[in-house]
């Protein structure tokens, strides 16, 4: 049976905790040692880059998880290619061609699974798949990663 990051046991917060424990160690050896004001900013901002990449990865992995698990409850007689262009056409309520954070957002409460992802994990998940200057993800990027294994 298939498994997805979002029903597996995998924890994302053991990784934020372990980029937090290398970060606090970091300082530590830091202040220990004298370096620089420069070189303490600087292990912070690549702490922040690391744990925004895992908080953005694990959006994007739970926003495929929430429509998988509705495409395998809701359209088990479809092909998975045909009930997501089916789902994205119903996203974009604006047929621009794009899928913006509201559409993403309004069509999670339409399905009824908006319990299950935040707004804020709605919008990393849409900022990694290169959301267009806060207008829209193209439906192509959003049909790839939900078709890909």
């Known amino acids: 049976a298939e498994e997805s990051l979002y029903d597996s046991s ?13 970060y606090i160690s970091m300082l530590r050896l830091n202040v220990a040692r004298g370096v620089t004001l420069w070189h303490r900013r600087l292990a ?20 495929k998880a929430v429509m998988e698990e509705y495409v395998k409850n809701n359209f088990s007689q479809e092909l998975p290619s045909r009930a997501l262009k089916l789902i994205l056409k119903a996203a974009d309520e604006n047929d621009d061609g794009l899928i ?12 009824k699974v908006s319990d299950k992802m ?16 806060g207008i829209g993800v193209p439906m192509k990027k959003i049909r790839d990663l939900f078709l890909r294994k």
């Open 44 to 63: 912070i901002q690549h702490t922040r880059q690391v744990t925004a990449s895992f908080s953005s990865e694990s959006s994007t992995e739970k926003l």
């Open 118 to 133: 935040t707004k804020d994990e709605i919008k990393n998940a849409m900022e990694s798949l290169g959301l267009d200057e």
């Open 10 to 22: 995998f924890d994302v917060s053991l990784l934020f905790l372990t980029s937090l424990n290398n």
């Open 100 to 111: 913006s954070v509201e559409e993403v957002e309004h069509l999670l409460e339409r399905i």
